[in-house]
């Protein structure tokens, strides 16, 4: 990757250089030994055109330095403000029994010179990545030590939160700013983030090889629905445990509407078999708070009519799904591994519902509690703004892995696309009930 033209990262230099002083540490020669630029020369979008016509000897990274660069104290001291500023991580603190227990292992991550001109520059051009870096690093920390795991491990906890979605620099901003669904190189350019943030990381020999392989693994899920190997639970590292619970609940203290906490115990309780169960009970205890007056005061008003349609037609696809796969395994009838890995993503999802209490089999029985108080409605919006969210995860991922497996049983087959097709459109007309994702 260091010698490719990394013209998405070249031109955020840049920009950075239009802002604060960017001054090249040494020469910074192309392919070909051909020097472009003398060692003392300020970057900037002035040079951008000359930078990008060549593929470059060394990374960026290691040529430049920015004034004010975030170093480590800054680190430990957002670490801080961030435990005391965001009422949802009150309980956070406890795992480090003192603000003081919390700075000393802040201070000793590593922060090489490129990857704190990395963090710089997430600060001063895209200040919520960097915000949700530290977060993830405190959640990431926080949980290491409440799991028992040694000091250095919570190091590595803070180095991999700090570092985790650095691959994202070199993205395509326009690629990553999509609110609609995403075409499958669009999903694949995206789904690279952590493998290039693992492959920069992997140059510096102070950041032990499970701080990359954490980074690596942040979007895998346990059951292997995540990116960018789907690897299932066993083949996880401890420390991308931790990570990518932490890296989701960062996210959710994220969400713009309410109180984060109810987002935060529904949604990680949504996905109990996609991350440690130990690791999400200590989450979800830390920080999905009760909900209450003050939480619903806060939010938009819920229509009834929207979630009564909405939890309608999430019981509909369930059911016709139902109906289609039913209890095939249970009769032994020939199956179709494509249709075991949709069955396997639907039943999952069904448990977990009919563990948040809504069993969708008698959908009336749960919508007539809708009438029971705000509280409750505003917690059953977000159930049904993540339930659909993850029905539309199922569906994608049914359209993206269809043609990859074989078919053994082409009745089966057509029935489970046919199932699809129908969810993807009822799903369509969702929109106005479900505008945003969760857990990125
Ligand atoms: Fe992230
Ligand atoms: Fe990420």
Known sequence: MATETDSHYLTRVAELGDRREVVSTCAIHGENDIKLVEKGTRIDSTLLEKLLRHKLLRPIDECVSVEGAV???????????????????AAVKNAFGSSHALGGLAARAALETPLAFKLT??????????????????????????SGMPDDDVVAALEAGYFHDIG???????????????TEAERRHICS?????????REFPRYRAAV????????????????????????????GHVLMVSEVAATLLRRGEGDPRAHIRMVLGLNRRKFSAELLAIATRWLGGEIGPDTVGSAEPQDVAALEGAFARISAILGDWKEIHGDRAATGAPSDAFAELVDGRVAALSHALVQTGFDWRVPEQFMSSLGSGPEARYEMAVLARETQWQL????????????GIPCTSPGIRAAVSGWIEKACASMAAAQAVAPAPAAD
């Open 168 to 182: 994202e620099l070199h993205l395509d901003p326009a690629v990553l700013g999509l609110t609609r669904s995403l």
């Open 71 to 89: 170093t480590t104290s800054d680190l430990a001291g957002l670490l801080e403000q961030c435990l005391e500023a965001n009422a949802a991580l």
């Open 392 to 403: 539309r995860e199922i569906l994608l991922e049914a359209r993206r892995s269809r043609d």
């Open 212 to 239: 990359g392989t954490a980074v690596l693994q942040h979007h895998e899920r346990l059951d292997g629905s995540g990116y960018p190997k789907g690897l299932r639970g066993d083949r996880i590292s401890p420390l």
């Open 193 to 201: 983030h952590p493998v290039i943030a693992h492959l920069v990381l």
């Open 121 to 146: 520059l997430a600060r001063e051009l895209n200040p919520a990545h960097f915000e949700h870096a530290i977060e993830t690093a405190l959640v990431a920390a926080a949980l290491a030590r409440a």
